[in-house]
Nanobody, 122 residues
Protein backbone atom coordinates (compact mmCIF):
# COMPACT_ATOMS: atom_id res chain seq x y z
CA UNK A 1 0.00 0.00 0.00
CA UNK A 2 1.27 3.45 -0.93
CA UNK A 3 1.07 6.26 1.58
CA UNK A 4 1.01 9.75 0.09
CA UNK A 5 1.65 13.02 1.92
CA UNK A 6 1.11 16.39 0.29
CA UNK A 7 2.83 19.59 1.36
CA UNK A 8 3.54 23.07 0.11
CA UNK A 9 0.12 24.63 0.26
CA UNK A 10 -0.50 28.06 1.67
CA UNK A 11 -1.80 31.56 1.08
CA UNK A 12 -0.63 33.44 -2.00
CA UNK A 13 -1.74 36.52 -3.88
CA UNK A 14 -3.21 36.48 -7.36
CA UNK A 15 -0.43 36.01 -9.88
CA UNK A 16 1.83 34.31 -7.39
CA UNK A 17 3.36 30.84 -7.43
CA UNK A 18 3.43 27.77 -5.23
CA UNK A 19 4.99 24.34 -5.57
CA UNK A 20 3.18 21.39 -4.08
CA UNK A 21 4.95 18.16 -3.23
CA UNK A 22 3.59 14.66 -2.85
CA UNK A 23 5.90 12.24 -1.10
CA UNK A 24 5.25 8.53 -1.30
CA UNK A 25 6.21 5.81 1.11
CA UNK A 26 5.47 2.14 1.30
CA UNK A 27 5.60 -0.26 -1.58
CA UNK A 28 4.09 -0.14 -5.04
CA UNK A 29 5.53 3.25 -5.99
CA UNK A 30 7.25 1.72 -8.94
CA UNK A 31 5.23 1.88 -12.13
CA UNK A 32 2.47 4.07 -10.79
CA UNK A 33 1.18 7.17 -12.46
CA UNK A 34 0.50 10.03 -10.12
CA UNK A 35 -2.26 12.58 -10.36
CA UNK A 36 -3.23 15.85 -8.73
CA UNK A 37 -6.85 16.68 -8.02
CA UNK A 38 -8.47 19.59 -6.23
CA UNK A 39 -11.68 20.34 -4.43
CA UNK A 40 -12.97 23.84 -3.93
CA UNK A 41 -15.53 24.67 -1.23
CA UNK A 42 -18.97 23.49 -2.27
CA UNK A 43 -17.69 21.82 -5.43
CA UNK A 44 -16.83 18.31 -6.49
CA UNK A 45 -13.25 17.15 -6.65
CA UNK A 46 -11.77 17.70 -10.10
CA UNK A 47 -8.77 16.50 -12.08
CA UNK A 48 -5.79 18.85 -12.33
CA UNK A 49 -2.85 16.96 -13.80
CA UNK A 50 -1.33 13.51 -14.17
CA UNK A 51 2.14 12.18 -14.93
CA UNK A 52 3.30 8.74 -15.94
CA UNK A 53 5.90 6.86 -13.93
CA UNK A 54 8.64 7.70 -16.43
CA UNK A 55 7.54 11.31 -16.60
CA UNK A 56 7.21 11.04 -20.36
CA UNK A 57 3.46 11.46 -20.41
CA UNK A 58 1.61 14.34 -18.79
CA UNK A 59 -1.89 15.66 -19.08
CA UNK A 60 -3.55 18.77 -17.68
CA UNK A 61 -7.01 20.14 -17.14
CA UNK A 62 -7.76 22.97 -19.55
CA UNK A 63 -8.17 25.35 -16.63
CA UNK A 64 -4.52 24.97 -15.58
CA UNK A 65 -2.79 24.23 -18.87
CA UNK A 66 0.10 26.62 -19.44
CA UNK A 67 0.17 27.68 -15.78
CA UNK A 68 0.78 24.43 -13.88
CA UNK A 69 3.57 21.90 -14.42
CA UNK A 70 3.63 18.39 -13.01
CA UNK A 71 6.94 16.61 -12.56
CA UNK A 72 8.42 13.78 -10.54
CA UNK A 73 11.66 12.60 -9.01
CA UNK A 74 11.48 8.84 -8.65
CA UNK A 75 14.73 8.74 -6.70
CA UNK A 76 12.94 10.78 -4.03
CA UNK A 77 9.56 9.09 -4.52
CA UNK A 78 8.09 12.54 -4.93
CA UNK A 79 5.79 14.25 -7.41
CA UNK A 80 5.55 18.01 -7.72
CA UNK A 81 2.99 20.49 -8.98
CA UNK A 82 4.47 23.85 -9.89
CA UNK A 83 1.66 26.40 -9.96
CA UNK A 84 2.25 29.79 -11.58
CA UNK A 85 -0.02 32.74 -12.34
CA UNK A 86 -2.39 31.63 -9.64
CA UNK A 87 -5.98 32.86 -9.69
CA UNK A 88 -8.60 33.03 -6.94
CA UNK A 89 -10.45 30.19 -8.68
CA UNK A 90 -7.44 27.95 -8.00
CA UNK A 91 -8.33 28.07 -4.31
CA UNK A 92 -8.96 24.51 -3.18
CA UNK A 93 -7.65 21.57 -1.25
CA UNK A 94 -5.17 19.79 -3.50
CA UNK A 95 -4.81 16.03 -3.35
CA UNK A 96 -2.35 13.67 -4.94
CA UNK A 97 -3.22 10.13 -5.79
CA UNK A 98 -1.68 7.04 -7.30
CA UNK A 99 -2.97 5.00 -10.21
CA UNK A 100 -1.87 2.09 -12.33
CA UNK A 101 -2.81 4.06 -15.45
CA UNK A 102 -2.29 7.57 -16.76
CA UNK A 103 -5.85 8.72 -16.48
CA UNK A 104 -8.06 11.66 -15.55
CA UNK A 105 -10.69 9.42 -14.03
CA UNK A 106 -10.81 9.76 -10.27
CA UNK A 107 -12.23 6.27 -9.88
CA UNK A 108 -9.03 4.64 -11.14
CA UNK A 109 -6.91 6.11 -8.35
CA UNK A 110 -6.39 3.78 -5.43
CA UNK A 111 -4.30 5.74 -2.95
CA UNK A 112 -4.92 9.31 -1.83
CA UNK A 113 -3.12 11.80 0.33
CA UNK A 114 -4.80 13.91 2.99
CA UNK A 115 -4.65 17.09 0.93
CA UNK A 116 -3.00 20.48 1.25
CA UNK A 117 -4.88 23.78 1.24
CA UNK A 118 -4.14 26.44 -1.35
CA UNK A 119 -5.73 29.87 -0.96
CA UNK A 120 -5.29 32.53 -3.61
CA UNK A 121 -6.29 36.00 -2.49
CA UNK A 122 -7.54 38.62 -4.91
Amino acid sequence: QVQLVESGGGLVQTGGSLTLSCAASGRAFSGNARGWFRQAPGKEREFVAVISYSGGITSYADSVKGRFTISRDNAKNTVYLQMNSLKPEDTAVYYCASSAAVTRSETTYHSWGQGTQVIVSS
